[in-house]
């Protein structure tokens, strides 16, 4: 089976176990409750610790919110390339409070844009995640700074599974930069 890799059965310090899986660059480990016998589907036997990677991004915009959720939908994200340019990194979501949905609104507001500030376009539809509809889209100029947490980049150069974490007061936008891959 492509992406998944089985390993000898190995009995406690999990959490190292972890730590080598990400090393590796793979997305984390599965384990099972050692106090229960084998079944199965999800009955609560098996746990998945994830390898989150946590990076610093751009806010270029954010969505209309839908729903019974108020201000935003979600943030998108960019970061600038070694030559300058501004490029598309995914949407942000989850991990917002109510009171940080408002905040940020406050925050953002005044710095819409009428231009989109990327230099290329962001993808309408991605193998992960709902298609991007720009109708739905407020352009901001790239000055506020976010970090989040997510589990990888897609082939397609996108973010896969974001959370937001906060905004970076104390790094400029233009300092943002893609991290290189892991080993």
Known sequence: MPGLRFSDHVIGDGPTFRKHACRLALEGAISKRIDRAYASGNRGLWVKSKCLNREEFIVIGWTDPTGARPHIGSLLLGYYTDDGRLMYAGRAG??????????????????????????????RESR??????LSRVHWVRPEVVVEVT??????????????YQGERQDKPAREVVRSPPHP
Do not use: H
């Not at 992960?128 to 509809?133: H, W």
């Not at 589990?151 to 599974?161: A, C, F, G, K, V």
């Open 94 to 123: 989850t991990g917002i409070t109510v009171e940080e949905l408002k905040r940020l609104a406050r925050r953002l507001g005044p710095l819409q844009a009428a231009r989109m500030p990327l230099d290329v376009p962001p993808p």
């Open 128 to 133: 992960f995640g709902s298609p991007l509809e």
């Open 150 to 163: 997510y589990l990888t980049w897609t082939e397609d150069n996108l973010l896969r599974q974001v959370s």
